[in-house]
């Protein structure tokens, strides 16, 4: 074609290696990336992973080239076997340790009831998704209170509490505190401990009452009832969090649960009930003496003995993979 010219472009592209040098000497360490064959001295010119508390440190490496890498689990070696009474929830990699109950299918409950068995569960040193309270002034409030057996109307003091899940839940302290600072102090004593529970176990506890007396914890409409007297017993023996386990399990679970066709038939299939509490309000107790055993052995399973996990599994086996199956979210304890 007229006027087509060809161009033609020489493109010299040169490499410059800067490890490479003909005097001798350059990085001499294998696996850094800039290893130079050639060199047979050593310049310090290695670069690599130079924090040794990282997985990939690199022995050899002078020069750190910001690579280096934290997390990196190696495989752990365990039982990897849900059903196994050593069920390691941290393994990775099954060697071949897996127990099994040893005990008969019990025909009686073995327990009376299940918040007392270990302190250890859930303790005040876990983790919390507790974020924060905001007051929230006072108001007219309608809440339970177990001293009186009925519904009553207060003033309450009111807190806004935050977990880091996106929860949220108004605490209303009854006015017999008197200040705000003080119901301020209960209101985050127990928002702490509540933020110990899962996210499962919290996503329907919308308020929390808190009264004075020694009277039981309560579960349900949408609430948890709070006794302080009752929590300083509770406390001495180390089961607040057993105990609100419990509560908010009635609280969360029980209304989609109690009734379920698959919870009834896992009720059938086990040989009993773990309590006799549980034994004798099957419909109203029992997903709540349950639950929290289901997390001892799943969840918790170093924090408990041999015998108590053997027991829960010869007991309710059918129960535990009815809990497994639902798939809660057991954020912050897994
Ligand atoms: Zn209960």
Known sequence: MKGTRAIILFVVISFHYSCTSDSGTGCTCVASINYDANADEDDGSCRGCTD???????TCASVDDGSCETGIPDPIAGCTDPN?????????SDNGSCKYPELEPPSEPPFFGTIFLDPDIITASDPTTFTGLTPAGQGSRVMFDRRVNDFITLNAFLFDATFDDGLTTEIQVNPEFETVEDAQIEAEKYANAIGRLTSGLRQRVKTVWIHKGVEA??????????????SLLYEADGILEETLVHEATHTS???????????????????????????????????????????????RR?????E???QIIA????????????????HPIE
């Not at 040794?52 to 690199?58: G, L, P, V």
């Not at 029980?254 to 009834?264: T, Y």
């Open 52 to 58: 040794e508390s990282s997985d990939n440190y690199n």
């Open 84 to 92: 196994a009474t050593n069920f390691d929830a941290t393994a990775s």
């Open 217 to 230: 914890f309560g579960g349900g409409n949408d609430n948890i009832l709070i006794h302080t007297g009752q």
């Open 253 to 299: 679970i029980d209304p989609d649960h109690k009734d379920a066709p698959g919870w009834l038939a896992a009720q059938q299939a086990d040989p009993t009930f773990i309590s006799t509490y549980a034994q004798d309000n099957p419909t109203r107790e029992d997903l709540a003496e349950s639950y929290l055993l289901f997390i001892a052995v799943r969840y």
């Open 302 to 306: 170093d924090r408990i003995t041999d």
């Open 308 to 310: 108590l996990a053997n």
């Open 315 to 330: 007991t309710f086996p059918n129960r535990m993979a009815y809990f497994s199956s639902l798939e809660l979210d057991m």
